[in-house]
Structure formats: structure tokens, C-alpha cells
């Protein structure tokens, strides 16, 4: 025998090390039902589900021996080690993975799906960052898999005699494969990693071929019943709107009956004075799809409809309203560019964006979790902020909150006082057995709920004190269910609360009949056109309906209902469900039980899958000529199409504004200002692209253009200290002494980071004082800070 055949590794490796892959999915498996357990989600470890999880890990180690074998013979032949170095780094790789998979699973109880092709590498490293991020504890993890699959190839070798005695490996593993393909699970039995691949598979391939000869078949034939106007007494002058998106709010935890109830005592109280449906369902299982749905009643496209490349032309409240005289505006603690939020909303002609970037140094940031990260600012902070802004109260307003603090990794300001409210509800509370066990082992979740709470009744006290109080209508309702709290069907991730509350309601009145964040803006709209001179579109095109007024549980409504980004599997026709193939008939207290005659449910999904992908992929939704703003995108010619192109690699914007920014240091003034335009067409938000512009603007001579640009920075990101920076020099180079010391104090008020400029800030000083005007500008400024 030569050399190299004593080398080369032979079939009794392969198997070893296809052995030790197993035992390491096993142990896996064992930590998943061991977190479970202490979250309270399940009962036991070694229950029934354990044992089929690793019957159904046991099936993807031979599928992934089946294939591996052919890798290793190949590079085992070509070269000895070489197919053993490689079969073993992939089967590290594969636990790696599986492992990261089943921690997801553990926080979110869902799997990740195709939906993970619906997010951008950014929003990803985002998510994962805020949500308790790459820490410590996962390199030990990683050590521990790899360290755990070497010591079980080890000890395999004193065994492997009883192996040898079987039939060929190959045939073994095809047969258990096959065995285990019969044995039905569910996603806590799953394969983490086989489910995702799965479900990317699946979503990659499905059809949505439209077979209609409806040009726009969303288009409305006739009005949306006005079935408000009973309930309110308006005045003259329309009504503001305010809405109040919660994160995490669903049934579970708010009004009578709540699985999770007592926890939010001032919603609890608000649903007793307010219209209240009580079994709404957010169309979307995840923060992506409340605004499309809540605010456009719009359809989903591929993966959320703020994810689409080119909007079609829509209607939504925000731009119907700004239409009749409203001024609109947004406020979040977080970044706008997450989801596309901010580009969702520019695209509606919103007049006013507050994010995490306009907080300014007043404004306590939400405490970093373990990894060093922070979402935002916590809800209160929110609150707070939005209510020191100034208000024009000539003009009705409609105002959208969107909250963080109720998401993982679930840490409010002063969280032991709130961890203590926590325990001392549960002292005197009926809760018992499984849901006790569930709030006890989740006290952190528990807490946040409450701090949101808490931070919803002081929005509404500060509101008592605004102008126009009295004429204003208050939405509150969920974007999803909270997420790692055990949930009781594929029903409950949808489920939230809608509460409509008012000074001008004439009574409350609960509602018990299925409905939708589709409904909710036909529904304002019906009630203020029927009521106002309203310059309203002669047709709409809304996903729903009018809002169900009925007191007794009842379903009427066809209500498609998308998962995550990239998997629409429910769908809702009357009080019947079809979710993941099966059908479920819906009971009065939203409890699922099989059912019989799906196909029609299932009918009606592949017919709304067709006509989601066709209106979103050929604008589709409504006309032109119905459109309030039509979509308006950056438009670039072909040859500078190409030239983007060609330094644009499908790299993050930061990556890309780095290229803009050497250009415009290489004084390459037009390319870098055509990169920046590029984008700022796909993220509105980005605020460093904005400020090199007008850098790049002042660099060219065009001072008006470059002030005109730095000051929008600086009212769109206050507490960003490039921007004042860079207007301290335009102001400089242009000899404009007078605004640079108004910017002296608005730097000042609004920037925790003024210290970094102090050479500019006395720069301008000292110019001021040789012109002998620096106490008088200074005083005029103060009555000038907030008009920048």
C-alpha cells in the first residue's frame, strides 16, 4: 500500500463524522426545549415533541450525508484529506447555523423563513444588533458546537465496530431520510436550517401568474358605507387625527378577558370609553406592514409593500389629507431608514419626519442591551419630545406614532420599579398555572408593557392640554402580537386591539366582529367626506372596507394576512382560516378548531397572491390620473445609469457615500453629486449623503444651494453636528457673520456634540466682534431658533 492510500481518509471517517453531526443536532435540540422550558413556553424537555424534533434531526443528518458522500469520495480520490477537511468544515458550518437558527427561534417562538429575503443585509445586522446582538455568550456557543463535534468524532472511533457490522452506510442514511420525511412536525420539531431552506425555496418558485383581464381590479365600484358618523358628534372644523401605533400590542395583553391581562391598566380603562374592536387583526405578523395597511389599506407586494423598488401610484390617508389642508407628520424613536419607512412616507409628501436622529442632547436614549446596542428612544422620551415641538393649529393635523420600546431586548428606563409593579399585580392577580408560570419567566416583558402604558397616559394628559383637544380622534392599535410570549394559534401574532377614542364620541361601544387595519382608513375617510367638504378621489382602490360595527362575533370579511416579508400563508374568508394547509374554523374567542371544505380558502389565497404580484409589479393599483402624488423617482440617464453602475456593487449606502465622498476630495464635483443623488433616491434619510452634497454644492460656488440644503439637514437631524460644521464654513466663506451667529445658538440648544466645533463657533465670534455686532445679533437669534 503507498503512501497515499494510507492517507486517504475512507468511508468509516465519513461516518464517524456524520455520527458526530447528529449528536450535535441532538444536544441542540436539547438546549432549544431546555430555553423553552425556563421561558415557560413548554412544560416538560422530554415530551413527545423532543423525541419527534430528534427523529426529524436524525433525517436531516442523512440527507446531508447522502449528499455530502459524493464531495468527499471526489476530493478524496483527487487528493487525500482534502475531501475530510472539507466535509468537516461544512458540517461545522451547518451547526453553526442551526444553532444561530434555533436561538432565533427561542426569542422570536417562529422560525426564520423566506422571509429572510425580504430584509437588507443592513436591516438584519440592525435587527440582530438591537436585539441583543453578536455578544459574548454566541463565540462561547460557537466554541462549545465545535469543541462538542470533535469530541463525539473522537469517541465514535472506539464504537465504530458496531457500524461496520451494518449495511452500506449510503443505504442506511437514504432509508432513515425517507423514514423520517413520512413523520409530520411542526416548527418547534423542525430542522432550523432545512425549514429555511425550505420555505426560501418555496417562495423562490411560486407561481403568481395573473389570469384577469382587470386592468385595476382593486378599484372600488361604489363608496364605503359611513358607519362612524352615528357614533360622533363632529364640530365645524375637521378633526385632527392622531394615531398611536403600539409595538407588540396584541389582544393577549389589553381590555376584558386578555390571556395576559392587568398589565395595562390605562388601555384597559381607554377601552371602556372608546369605540373598541376587540378582535382586529394587523395584517401583517411583523412592523413592516402596519403603515401600508393602517394608513393605505394597500396590498403587500413580495415582501412588504415600503420593500417594493418603484412604488406604484396609491392613496393613502397621509397624502388625502395633506390634500385637504392637513399637515401631516410622523414620529419614532428609531431609525426612519428601518423598513423603509422614510422613503414610504416622502413618497406621500409627508411635512414633518422626527427619528432617533432629532432627539437632540435633552433626551435619554433607551439603555444598551448586553451587546452594546440601542434601538432608540423608549416611548416616553418619544412622547415628550413630540409634545415640546410646535404646533400650527390654523390647520387640522394628522400625527403617527410608531413605538420600540415594547420589543426586544425589553429594558424601560427604571426597569426594576416597573419589574416590581410587575410582581406585585401578580400577588393579587387570578393568574395561575402555564400563563403565570409564562409572566413570571418573561417579568422583564411584563415591565416594558407596563412602561408603555405609562408613557400612553401621559401622551393623552399632555394632549388635554394642546389646543384643539377637544376636536381631535385618537387611534391606538398594535402593528403585530408581542412576538416571544407564547402564542395559542397561528391566529395570535395578528391579533390586536383597535381603539377609537374621542371627546366628540357619544358613547363607547365594543365590537366583537372580525376586522382589519384595511378597514381603518376607507372608514376615517367615509366619516370625515360625509361630513366635510373633502376633495376626495373619484375612485379608490382600498385592500378593505368599512370598519364591522357588530356587537356579537361574526366574520363577512375576506382578509389575506402576510406572516413575515416573503410568506403569505394565511388567509381569512368568513370565520374560517387556512394557514400552512390546513383549515380552521374561527370561534368568539378566536380559538381554532379543523375544519373541513378548505379548498375555496385556499382558492381565494392563490387568487390574491396572483393579483398582489400583479398591481405592485405592473402599477396596477390605481391610474394616473387618480393619483394625489404620483410617484416621483430620481430619474438618470442611461450612460449615468451605467457609470452608477460601475462603482456601485450592490454594497450597503454607507460603503457607497464613501465612494461620493473621495470623488468630491478628488474635486470630481459632478460624479460625486450624482452618486449622492443616487443615494438619496433609495434612503431619503441618510444624512452624512445630504451634508456632502452641500459640501459639494458650497465646493462648486452654489452657496444659496448649499445653505438651502444644510439647514434641511439641520431640521431633519438637529442634534447631527456635520451639519452646523459645514454651514459654519458656508456662512464663513460667504461672509454671512449674522446667520452664523444665529447658528451659534441653535447649535448650542439642540447639539450635545457643539464641543467638537468650538474652533468654528469662536471663528464666528471673532468675526462678529470686528463688526461690532455680536450682543445685538445674539439676542435677536433667540427668537429665532426654532424658524431655522
Known amino acids: ?114 422571509d429572510l429575503l425580504g430584509y437588507s443585509f443592513a436591516d438584519i445586522k440592525t435587527t440582530i444588533a438591537n436585539s441583543g446582538g453578536l455578544s459574548i455568550s454566541l463565540v462561547v456557543g460557537v466554541v462549545i458546537i465545535i469543541g462538542l463535534f470533535f469530541w463525539l468524532y473522537k469517541i465514535t472511533s472506539k464504537h465504530y465496530h458496531h457500524i461496520s457490522r451494518m449495511y452500506p452506510f449510503t443505504i442506511i442514511l437514504i432509508s432513515m431520510f425517507v423514514m423520517t420525511s413520512f413523520i409530520e412536525g411542526k416548527p418547534i420539531n423542525h430542522n432550523k436550517t432545512q425549514y429555511l431552506a425550505l420555505n426560501i425555496y418555496d417562495s423562490s418558485t411560486e407561481d403568481a401568474s395573473y389570469d384577469s383581464d382587470v386592468e385595476y381590479p382593486l378599484i372600488k365600484s361604489k363608496r364605503t358605507q359611513n358607519v362612524l358618523r352615528p357614533y360622533f358628534n363632529l364640530k365645524n372644523e375637521k378633526p385632527n387625527i392622531v394615531f398611536i401605533m403600539v409595538e407588540g400590542l396584541g389582544r393577549d395583553f389589553v381590555g376584558e378577558g386578555a390571556e395576559f391581562g392587568g398589565f395595562t391598566p390605562f388601555l384597559d380603562k381607554l377601552t371602556k370609553q372608546s369605540l373598541y374592536w376587540e378582535n382586529c387583526l394587523s395584517n401583517t405578523g411583523r412592523t413592516f406592514g402596519v403603515l401600508p395597511s393602517l394608513m393605505g389599506s394597500l396590498p403587500f407586494g413580495k415582501s412588504g409593500f415600503m420593500e417594493l423598488e418603484k412604488y406604484p401610484n396609491k392613496l393613502t390617508l397621509y397624502g388625502i389629507l395633506k390634500n385637504n389642508g392637513y399637515h401631516t407628520s410622523f414620529y419614532q424613536g428609531t431609525n426612519s431608514a428601518f423598513d423603509n419607512v422614510d422613503r414610504f412616507l416622502n413618497s406621500e409628501n409627508i411635512d414633518f419626519i422626527l427619528d432617533k436622529s432629532g432627539f437632540g442632547n435633552k433626551y435619554t436614549l433607551q439603555a444598551e442591551d448586553a451587546a452594546g446596542s440601542s434601538w432608540g428612544y423608549p416611548d416616553k422620551e418619544l412622547f415628550k419630545k413630540s409634545m415640546s415641538l410646535p404646533r400650527d393649529n390654523e390647520n387640522p393635523r394628522m400625527e403617527v406614532y410608531m413605538t420600540i420600546s415594547t420589543h426586544e431586548p425589553f429594558i424601560p428606563p427604571q426597569q426594576d420599579k416597573y419589574e416590581q409593579k410587575v410582581k406585585n399585580i401578580l400577588s393579587s392577580s387570578s393568574h395561575e398555572g402555564k400563563t403565570r408560570k409564562v409572566i413570571e419567566k418573561n ?35 398594535g402593528d403585530h402580537r408581542l412576538i416571544p410570549i407564547p402564542q395559542r394559534n397561528n391566529l395570535s401574532r395578528f391579533h390586536v386591539p383597535l381603539i377609537m377614542f374621542s371627546p366628540m364620541l357619544k358613547s363607547p361601544r365594543k365590537m366583537s366582529a372580525l376586522t382589519s387595519h384595511f378597514d381603518v382608513t376607507p372608514s376615517l375617510l367615509a366619516l370625515l367626506d360625509g361630513n366635510f367638504e373633502m376633495k376626495m378621489p373619484k375612485k379608490v382602490a ?20 402576510m406572516r413575515n416579508k416573503n410568506e403569505l400563508k394565511e388567509y381569512i374568508s368568513g ?22 371544505g378548505g379548498s375555496k380558502v385556499e382558492g381565494k389565497l392563490k387568487a390574491f397572491k396572483s393579483m398582489n404580484a400583479y398591481v405592485t409589479n405592473n402599477n396596477k393599483i390605481i391610474p394616473d390620473s387618480l393619483a394625489i402624488f404620483s410617484v416621483q423617482k430620481e430619474k438618470f440617464s442611461d450612460s449615468e445609469i451605467i457609470w452608477i453602475n460601475s462603482v456601485y456593487n450592490g454594497e450597503n449606502f454607507d460603503k457607497v457615500y464613501m465612494k461620493a465622498r473621495a470623488l468630491a476630495f478628488e474635486k470630481e464635483y459632478d460624479k460625486a453629486l450624482l452618486l449622492c443623488r443616487y443615494i438619496l433616491s433609495e434612503s431619503p434619510s441618510h444624512i452624512d449623503t445630504k451634508v456632502l452634497m452641500g ?72 468675526e462678529a466682534r470686528k463688526k461690532g455686532m455680536a450682543h445685538q445679533t445674539k439676542l435677536a437669534s433667540r427668537s429665532k431658533v426654532s424658524t431655522l
Open 1 to 114: 500500500m503507498n503512501t497515499s492510500q494510507r492517507d486517504r481518509y475512507s468511508l468509516k471517517h465519513y461516518t464517524r463524522m456524520i455520527i458526530s453531526f447528529f449528536g450535535s443536532l441532538v444536544v441542540l435540540t436539547v438546549y432549544q426545549y431546555v430555553s423553552l422550558y425556563f421561558k415557560g413556553v413548554v412544560d416538560i424537555i422530554l415530551s413527545t415533541s423532543f423525541f419527534i424534533a430528534t427523529v426529524h434531526q436524525l433525517g436531516f443528518a442523512s440527507l446531508v450525508g447522502v449528499i455530502l458522500v459524493f464531495p468527499f469520495n471526489f476530493w478524496e480520490n483527487l487528493r487525500p484529506r482534502y475531501g475530510f477537511n472539507l466535509i468537516f468544515v461544512l458540517l461545522i458550518l451547518l451547526l453553526i447555523v442551526e444553532a444561530m437558527l434555533i436561538s432565533y427561534f427561542c426569542t422570536a417562538l417562529v422560525p426564520l423563513g423566506s
Open 443 to 477: 417579568s422583564n416583558v411584563f415591565a416594558t408593557l407596563m412602561y408603555t402604558d405609562e408613557a400612553l397616559e401621559y401622551v393623552f394628559e399632555e394632549y388635554k392640554k394642546k389646543p384643539g383637544y377637544e376636536n381631535t380622534i385618537f387611534i391606538i392599535t
Open 542 to 561: 382600498w385592500m378593505g372596507d368599512a370598519l364591522d360595527m357588530n356587537e356579537e362575533f361574526r366574520g363577512n370579511k375576506d382578509i389575506p394576512l
Open 575 to 596: 370565520e374560517k382560516l387556512f394557514s400552512d394547509g390546513n383549515v380552521y374554523s374561527l370561534d368568539k374567542e378566536m380559538n381554532l378548531s379543523s375544519s373541513f
Open 695 to 766: 459640501r459639494v454644492s458650497v465646493w462648486s460656488g452654489d452657496y444659496p444651494s448649499s445653505i438651502k440644503i444644510l439647514k434641511e439637514c439641520i431640521k431633519m437631524n438637529p442634534n447631527y453636528i456635520d451639519s452646523y460644521s459645514a454651514l459654519f464654513d458656508v456662512y464663513y466663506w460667504s461672509e454671512r457673520t449674522k446667520e452664523a451667529l444665529e447658528l451659534i445658538d441653535l447649535v448650542e440648544q439642540n447639539s450635545s456634540s457643539a464641543h467638537e466645533i468650538a474652533d468654528k463657533i469662536e471663528r464666528a465670534k471673532r
